[in-house]
């Protein structure tokens, strides 16, 4: 079974400040890892992925994650947090061997950005 | 302009009613999936398909039942055996390439007064 931890509900940084936004993963097997980012009441906008491809993966509006196997985690990072990046944000997993490619999410995190 | 709509935005129901909710997409995804959150549970799996006439039980299906006759709709029937049906119901397609990515709908915000 896949799991994914997020440490951290609630992460605040000020404006112009290091956006860090954790996730550990638990996979049997090679997995794909996304991060998805959600605003009040909207769906949610896929950020980045990583499929066994580079393991520096960047993705839109600055964010990048890297894949550590060693330490079974992907986290999220910007260099400098903007006002318009406060929105939940969610660490998936899923199978990449299997059938039906089931995303399990993790509980997310809200980042709040201060100006 | 591709994407997947679910309607309506907002729905209100009375307690023991039995409501749908619509997701339409027009990307061409064999697989469909729908997901509740609620605030601090992230997302959970109600249920899902991978192609049309065809769908399996997520980790949550009691008190839901889906039907895909289209390729283009996956409804979603919350029905008044749903204990806790007030929440944020979330649909998804998938791609068949590139990681098999989820690209997700806007989302329905049901409350079951």
């Known amino acids: 079974a896949q799991s994914v931890t997020q440490l951290g509900s609630h992460v605040s940084v000020s404006e112009g400040a290091l956006v860090l936004l954790r996730c550990n993963y638990s996979s049997s097997v090679p997995p794909y890892l996304f991060w998805y980012v959600q605003y009040p009441n909207q769906g949610l906008q896929l950020l980045l992925k990583?499929?066994?491809?580079?393991?520096l993966v960047k993705g839109i509006n600055g964010f990048e994650a890297e894949f550590k196997k060693s330490e079974t985690s992907f986290h999220l990072t910007k260099p400098s947090a903007h006002m318009s990046d406060a929105a939940e944000y969610f660490c998936?997993?899923?199978?990449?061997?299997?059938?039906?490619?089931?995303?399990?999410f993790g509980k997310g995190t809200l980042l709040t950005v201060n100006p | 302009d591709g994407g997947i709509t679910q309607s309506p935005k907002y729905l209100f129901r009375k307690e023991g009613q039995n409501v749908t909710l619509s997701c339409e997409q027009n990307l061409n995804h064999d697989a469909m999936y729908w997901y509740r959150q609620d605030p601090g549970q992230g997302l959970r799996l109600i249920y899902y398909?991978?192609?049309?006439?065809?769908?399996q039980k997520g980790d949550i299906a009691e008190g839901y039942s889906v039907s895909r006759e289209k390729k283009e709709s996956f409804p979603l029937t919350v029905t008044s055996a749903q204990k806790n049906p007030t929440a944020f119901y979330l649909c998804a397609s998938r791609t068949s390439g590139s990681g098999n990515t989820q690209y997700f709908g806007p989302g329905t915000r049901l409350t079951v007064l």
């Open positions: 998936a997993v899923s199978d990449s061997g299997g059938s039906n490619y089931k995303l399990t």
């Open positions: 990583y499929t066994s491809a580079a393991t």
């Open positions: 398909s991978q192609i049309v006439n065809d769908f």
